[in-house]
């Protein structure tokens, strides 16, 4: 095989792994419930090698779950459902309170200190192409910190 051809070959490939490379999603966490709350954040870290949105949120706990932004608008902190949050090629965006999180809304049951709540997130990708990556979120006290345990074993993997 002429080095051209390898070249060609060995290129081809590099760029159908980029188009590949995933999202991935480390130190995830939901916040613990006390009993008859009805709704809770879910917090992480999101990485991706390639510009994308986290568009959608989904849990087995609830059919309401929704991407929402905390901010400070004329002295007064605010939360509302926003349509995506973007990240950056090569960036890593923190998920966290006081900032853009996963909100859990409805639930029917409390979220229990080192209950498993399992998370799909869904990422649309600048070609309308869409990526889901499944999270298990360990709960942890209502008074974590953004830190808290280290559970950056927990991540997520694209399906």
Known sequence: MSSIKHFVIVAACLLAATAQAQVTVKQAWVRATVVQQNATG????????SPVRLV??????TPTV??????MQNDVMTMRQIPAI????????ELKPGGY???L????QQVKVGDIVPLTLEFEAADGKRQTVKVDAPARPLN???VGEA???HGGKAH
């Open 66 to 71: 929704e991407v929402h932004e905390m901010a």
């Open 42 to 49: 879910a917090f992480m870290q999101v990485h991706s090698p």
């Open 105 to 108: 809304l409805k639930l029917t």
């Open 86 to 93: 973007e990240i950056g090629a090569g960036k890593t965006v």
């Open 56 to 61: 959608a949120a989904s849990s087995p706990l």
């Open 101 to 103: 999180h996963i909100m």
């Open 151 to 153: 559970h950056s074993g």
């Open 144 to 146: 974590a910190s953004p």
